[in-house]
């Protein structure tokens, strides 16, 4: 089965410009996540979906990040405007549930560099 | 708060050596735990989870881990380190929908 799909790979920008990843987890699951992964630390979670409608973003800087998962399937997260600090490995996962023991499946990742 | 600790940055060893990396989380009900492994450039790929049973838990590559609660740890252990192996270890916790990573320990490995 395909994994979790996740474009661009990378991106460089400057900062206060936007940007743009998009995600299309494993068809099927209906739970997806994005994560931010500085160098040198853990993934962090940023945003839960359950199909389309959110679970839990208590993590999200909304005041420049903005994510959606229309029709419950692909998603997308927006940086505007990009901060310095935004600089990380942004990953998206996928789980069947949205259950405690359910594994998630991640992408591979974009890579974010802001100058 | 909840947390997870992974006391070491990072780790060498050499091939064929075994392996103990180290993992303690700071939620005092049995959560669900996991270890992820992250080599270069790729995403995070499951090693082995635990929710409940028995405690020593076997996963994929020929790793293993024992869940303790009185020590609040859940350890990774493989007897045979090969050079594959070299990649970033992240232990996790999800206790009522919120996941939380440890900051990860690297793994080196010498041929």
């Known amino acids: 089965e395909a994994g979790v799909a996740q474009s661009p790979r990378y991106k460089i920008i400057e900062k206060r410009q936007s940007v743009a990843f998009w995600c299309n987890p494993i068809?099927?699951?209906?739970?997806l996540y994005w994560y931010q992964q500085i160098l040198g630390q853990g993934p962090k979670l940023l945003i839960q979906?359950?199909?389309?409608?959110?679970?839990?973003d208590s993590q999200l800087p909304k005041d420049r990040f903005s994510a959606e998962r229309l029709k419950g399937v692909d998603s997308t997260l927006k940086i505007q405007p990009a901060k310095l600090e935004d600089s990380a490995v942004y990953l998206c996962?996928?789980?069947?549930?949205?259950?405690?023991?359910?594994?998630?499946?991640f992408g591979p990742g974009t890579r974010l560099l802001v100058l | 708060a909840q947390s997870v600790t992974q006391p070491d940055i990072h780790i060498t060893v050499s091939e064929g050596a075994s392996l103990e990396l180290r993992c303690n989380y700071s939620y005092g009900a049995t959560p669900y735990l996991f270890w992820y492994v992250q080599s270069p450039g790729q995403g995070l790929q499951l090693l082995l989870k635990y929710f409940s049973g028995d405690t020593l838990v076997q996963g994929i590559k020929g790793f293993e881990a024992e869940f303790k609660r009185s020590q609040s740890s859940f350890n990774l252990r493989k007897p045979s380190v090969h050079w594959s192996d070299a990649a970033e270890y992240f232990c996790a916790h999800n206790y009522g929908q919120n996941f939380v990573f440890g900051p990860g320990t690297r793994l080196s490995v010498l041929p």
């Open positions: 068809s099927g699951h209906a739970t």
């Open positions: 996962a996928s789980s069947l549930e949205f259950q405690s023991q359910e594994t998630q499946y």
């Open positions: 979906f359950q199909n389309n409608g959110v679970v839990d």
